[in-house]
């Protein structure tokens, strides 16, 4: 049960209505976040909600059956979009396109890359500053140093950059000068980390572990929503399977799947789903035609230089034309 109080709730009533859910045996969980406070309610017995939602104090009252409640369709009237501020919003009914390289090299890649965005329309630039590779002698990011010059050139052109956090002492630095905090596959259930990003008041994008389940993802979304923070997303990379023809096996089902089961924004990630250069652009338009509210891909104007995965990256050539169809999908989608 979530029970969302009124921005003018007393001490007194929230202590009555405390003591009216302890009374029906089940457990009140207070959840403070950038937009609302609420009352999430454990427990099991049958009554008659209207008790409660008689109350005073009380703005709104649902049932909820899903254990990640917080993050569940079930209570939420319109769906979460996320304002990246500028005109830069996900989940808006839009398709939101996020491209850039797997690793930030260096300023005249990064100025490149903003370039072909910009001659696009595409504003918002992934990349990686701190890189989690399966190698310790790999390439493993510029770190922090990196991320400042990068956010400084973004800025200048009215990109929004998506990059990932990998531990929790990396918050504080990282936070003014990212738009969206990114947690990896191998981070999704790093619940110290979903914690802390929790706390914060920037866009979380969470992705499906590497053998994660798609409830398993939803509850990792519940973390960093009942620790405070609402500006979540979620996406789907490809899932690890019996399967070596691709990297990954990417789960065009997940898609319309968590669509229905939850109110957040949906990314599908073809470049890390395939693993494979030539594939990414029908497994990015799959997505998008599947439902989901953005694509997030890999692009580099040399893919053979990069210095990690090139083998899934898009030129710019190619990146130009997989914007081009996707766009053409939401107009065939949307009717714009």
């Known amino acids: 049960m979530i029970i969302q109080l009124s921005k003018h709730i007393t001490a007194d ?17 207070g959840v403070t976040t950038q937009v609302a406070n609420y009352i999430v309610a454990i427990g099991k017995k049958e009554f008659d909600i209207r008790t409660l939602g008689n109350l005073p104090g009380i ?12 993050v569940s369709n079930k209570w939420k ?25 797997c690793s930030i090299e260096n300023e005249k890649q990064i100025q490149d890359t ?46 929004k950059i998506v990059t990932e956090v990998m531990q929790v002492s990396q918050i504080a630095e990282m936070v003014d000068y990212v738009d969206v905090f990114q947690v990896g596959a191998r981070n999704t259930q790093n619940f110290n980390l979903l914690d802390e990003l929790g706390k914060v008041d920037k866009p979380v994008m969470i992705k499906r572990g590497i053998s994660g389940t798609i409830e398993e993802l939803l509850y990792s979304a519940e973390y960093v929503f009942s620790a405070g923070n609402e500006k979540l997303m979620l996406c789907e990379r490809g899932i690890r399977t019996y399967e070596r023809a691709s990297r990954n096996t990417f789960d065009i089902n997940a898609i319309p799947i968590l669509k229905e089961k939850t109110h957040l924004p949906v990314i599908a990630d073809p470049s890390h789903g395939i693993g494979i250069r030539e594939f990414v652009e029908p497994v990015a338009l799959a997505a998008a ?29 190619e990146s130009a034309r997989l914007i081009n169809k996707l766009n053409k999908i939401q107009q065939l989608s949307f009717g714009n």
Do not use: C
């Open 114 to 159: 903003i370039d072909h965005l910009k001659q696009n329309g595409v504003r918002i630039m992934r990349g990686g500053v701190f890189k989690p590779r399966s190698s310790p002698y790999a390439f493993r990011g510029l770190g922090i140093e990196g991320l400042k010059l990068w956010y400084s050139l973004a800025k200048q052109s009215g990109i």
């Open 289 to 317: 035609v599947a439902g989901a509210d953005g694509v997030i891909y890999e692009t580099h104007q040399k893919p053979e230089e990069a210095f990690s995965d090139g083998q899934q990256t898009l030129d710019f050539a």
């Open 13 to 29: 009533q929230r202590d009555q209505l405390i003591a009216a859910i302890t009374k029906l045996g089940y457990k009140a969980n």
């Open 77 to 101: 009237v319109n769906r979460t979009v996320i304002d990246l501020g500028d005109g830069v919003r996900i989940g808006d009914g839009s398709l939101a396109i996020m491209a850039g390289p």
């Open 59 to 70: 703005e709104d009252i649902h049932r909820v059956s899903d254990d990640y409640k917080l």
